[in-house]
């Protein structure tokens, strides 16, 4: 009877709805943005290692001051504005440590590559990404503070925006990548985030069809033969923010028949046996790279929050790290081989489970039990991950000192074999016990927060970071060795 009643009442919102846009003259309707194909001018040649050339990638993106023996990627956890928050506060830390280089210190978020982050880890990501260290003292008026939870019940309560009910190809998430865009972007795209340079920003979203994570890189997009640079960069962070049920999934047309069944280098190299190995991790990707390249088996990616898959925002960095370990020429072309020391700054916002249900008999609505469902997994899921990506981190450096030993003994003064990596996570849950880490923990991870709880998110992030110990550790390891290996005969 619930359902018959529900269902008669969304059949009514249709009718009132496109009743509504005829007589407002479709007032709120929507561009929606798509993938545009990659130009022939593009496309690499067939037995290249990448698909196209140039392009939205770390490879292309210029890097001026950058060590060439340091390679810091950063990966940010969702968690709504608290995630934000906290991650935008690590930033602000990041710029407060210094990396010791031989023409002197530098600011270790001015060495970081790469910065990955899933929905509201997304936020700091591409909005540092967009404006560079412009973005210190704005990023809070532009979108911390602001009352985002006003436009989604804006959304779903305005009659002016209910397009998405009238028309199946208009979502409720094309209206919040408006919302994004006017508040921090401005109508800018991915070729915008190509002229700042490095770090290259991969925002995070899930595949609804086949459930892994997608980054929004060229890389990706050349398995659908789609060209990044024309891409909105507010559709993405609202891929990412897609919170399932809530939001619609943004979709993406797939163009690979475009591309004249040209592969990736390191797809050429996956054999027919690692491929049916179900427990490599190697062989599962070149499955699903594979359907992306079959337009017949994928002519669109359905894309959601992209904590769904991944809420650390980290298998995307270790599945780049495992795939360029399979092709040492590509470790060679990107200037990978000089890499000694590999730093993964995993920021997670999240709070940990309420584990205080076990002493009560009610649990509570069913909001609550979603949330507790949904934040077990996350727990879980996030061990598992943290393991995984740890291995791949070793597993790379492995890789480089043999492509590095290969060439000569001592590269640059260095020992070749002298090349390690670490991850280390900085963490709202891993805070000391205490009332100010109880305070913050009880911060919720909506898309609006009381100003002061931003503050208070955004001092814990810059001083979980300059306080962290493993990371001093690390970057007083790193000239050391370089000057021990260096004073060698």
């Known amino acids: 009877m619930v359902t018959v009643l529900l269902d008669g009442l969304v059949a009514f919102c249709r009718v009132a709805a496109m009743a509504l846009v005829a007589l407002l003259g479709a007032c709120a309707s929507l561009t929606v943005a798509d993938t545009v194909p990659l130009s022939p001018s593009a496309l690499a040649p067939p037995d290249s290692d990448s698909i196209s050339v140039g392009g939205y990638r770390l490879s292309a993106l210029s890097a001026p001051g950058y060590a060439p023996d340091l390679l810091v990627l950063v990966a940010m956890s969702g968690g709504g504005k608290r995630s934000a928050s906290f991650g935008y506060g690590a930033l602000k830390g990041m710029r407060e440590v210094s990396v010791p280089l031989p023409g002197g210190p530098s600011p270790l978020l001015h060495q970081v590559s790469a910065i990955a982050g899933v929905s509201g880890g997304s936020f700091p990501a591409a909005y540092y990404g967009l404006y560079h260290d412009a973005a210190f003292g704005r990023f809070e008026t532009d979108f911390l503070y602001q009352d985002t939870e006003s436009y989604i019940w804006g959304i779903y309560l305005l009659p002016w925006n209910w397009t998405w009910l009238a028309d199946p190809l208009v979502g409720t998430n094309d209206f919040m990548e408006r919302v994004y865009d006017r508040a921090m972007f401005h109508g800018a795209t991915y070729r915008d985030l190509a002229q700042r340079g490095r770090p290259v920003i991969g925002v995070g979203a899930t595949d609804l069809a086949y459930g892994n994570p997608v980054l929004f890189t060229q890389e990706s997009f050349d398995l659908i033969c789609s060209d990044i640079e024309k891409f909105p960069l507010a559709r993405a962070v609202a891929a990412s923010n897609g919170f399932p049920g809530l939001f619609s999934p943004i979709t993406l047309t797939n163009h690979a028949a475009d591309c004249g069944g040209r592969r990736p280098g390191w797809l050429r190299q996956i054999s027919d046996a690692e491929r049916r190995d179900p427990l490599s991790r190697l062989g599962v990707q070149a499955q699903l790279a594979d359907r992306y390249l079959d337009q017949e088996k994928t002519r669109y990616l359905h894309l959601v929050d992209g904590g769904v898959a991944d809420n650390l925002a980290l298998r995307g960095a270790g599945s780049v790290m495992q795939g360029l370990g399979q092709v040492p020429t590509d470790l060679r072309r990107r200037g990978l081989y000089q890499v000694r020391r590999i730093l993964v700054l995993s920021i997670d916002g999240q709070g940990a489970q309420d584990a205080s249900i076990a002493q009560h008999r009610v649990v509570g609505g069913v909001f609550s039990l979603l949330g507790l469902v949904s934040g077990a997994q996350i727990d879980r899921y996030n061990f598992e991950t943290l393991t995984a990506v740890t291995e791949q981190v070793h597993e790379f450096a492995r890789v480089v000192a043999q492509v590095r030993c290969a060439d000569a003994k001592v590269i640059d003064g260095a020992r070749c074999d002298d090349v390690s990596g670490a991850l280390i996570q900085i963490s709202l849950a891993a805070m000391p016990e205490g009332p100010e880490k109880a305070a913050l923990l009880a911060i919720p991870t909506g898309l609006?927060?009381?100003?002061?709880?931003?503050?208070?998110?955004?001092?814990?992030?810059?001083?979980?970071?300059?306080?962290?110990?493993?990371?001093?550790?690390?970057?007083?390891?790193?000239?050391?060795?370089?000057?021990?290996?260096?004073?060698?005969?």
């Open 448 to 489: 609006t927060l009381r100003p002061q709880d931003v503050d208070m998110l955004v001092a814990a992030g810059e001083a979980a970071v300059t306080g962290s110990a493993r990371l001093r550790d690390f970057l007083a390891d790193y000239p050391a060795r370089r000057v021990e290996a260096r004073s060698r005969p």
